[in-house]
């Protein structure tokens, strides 16, 4: 296989952000694994020679893991791993059930955690890696999660998982930072808000530059980033 300045994981690759950050890791000379769901096409408009598109559901637990080690069986390592796959819902806490807590856990959580896990494990082994999981404003603080209970409570696991696994890697350069967009200038977005000051958003583009450059030797010596990319919004 070509050499590549490193290997790197981006789940959800074929969602705004997935597809910003993996544009990024493969303009940087990384090859990049992308994952899309299963109902989902896995066939992106990146370089076949740079790039992977694997459909795999995961919120299955044995399928995520069954992807992590197969991608380590094929190309050695992991260096970077983003995890992007999530999803959000209304409902204000007379409206939410635990049945819509559990569908929010599934979807925010168990995504991230069922890849982070077996991740977390080989970076340990390595001895080097950088993790990003996609946090959230309601994730973040409470009070920012009014009208959005099961959804800011499944975001706020991970900033826990993050702190746990920045413990248990103490002493390996083995980081996990948390990444909290505002308003991504998204087309759903744009058409969802028409009336906004679209210029206040965040673009993917940024986002994945500043994802990137917590990756490299440039942020070395950072530790436990909780890394909040609002611009204006």
């Given amino acids: 296989m070509k050499a590549y300045k490193g290997m790197a994981i981006v789940t959800g690759a074929s969602g ?17 694994t992308g994952t899309t769901h299963t109902k989902a096409p896995a066939s992106l408009a990146f370089p076949a020679d740079k790039f ?13 893991q069954k992807f ?20 959000f819902a209304m409902g204000k806490i007379a409206d939410t059930k635990t049945s819509d807590i559990a569908t929010q856990y599934k979807l925010n959580f168990e995504t991230a ?17 950088r993790i990003f999981l996609a946090g959230s404003k309601p994730g973040l603080d409470a009070r920012n999660s009014k009208g959005m209970v099961a959804y800011g409570l499944a975001k706020s696991l991970l900033f826990r998982l993050a702190e746990l696994m920045n413990e248990e890697a103490k002493g390996k350069n083995v ?24 210029d206040k958003w965040a673009t993917s583009a940024a986002i994945a530059d500043i994802i990137y450059w917590y990756a490299t030797a ?12 609002y611009n204006n919004s």
């Fill in 16 to 32: 705004n952000l997935g597809r910003a950050v993996t544009k990024k890791l493969i303009d940087e000379g990384f090859f990049v």
């Fill in 175 to 198: 980081v996990t930072n948390v990444i909290v967009p505002g308003t991504i200038d998204t087309p759903q977005n744009r058409e969802s808000m028409p009336g906004a000051q679209f």
């Fill in 218 to 229: 440039n942020a070395a010596t950072i530790r436990e980033a909780v890394v909040k990319v």
């Fill in 52 to 64: 992977e598109g694997i459909e795999v559901d995961l919120a299955n637990e044995e399928a995520a």
């Fill in 113 to 129: 955690y069922n890849v982070a896990r077996p991740v977390f494990a080989a970076m340990l082994q390595q001895n080097n890696g």
């Fill in 68 to 87: 992590v080690g197969d991608t380590i069986a094929k190309h050695k390592k992991i260096d970077i791993a983003i995890l992007t796959v999530g999803g």
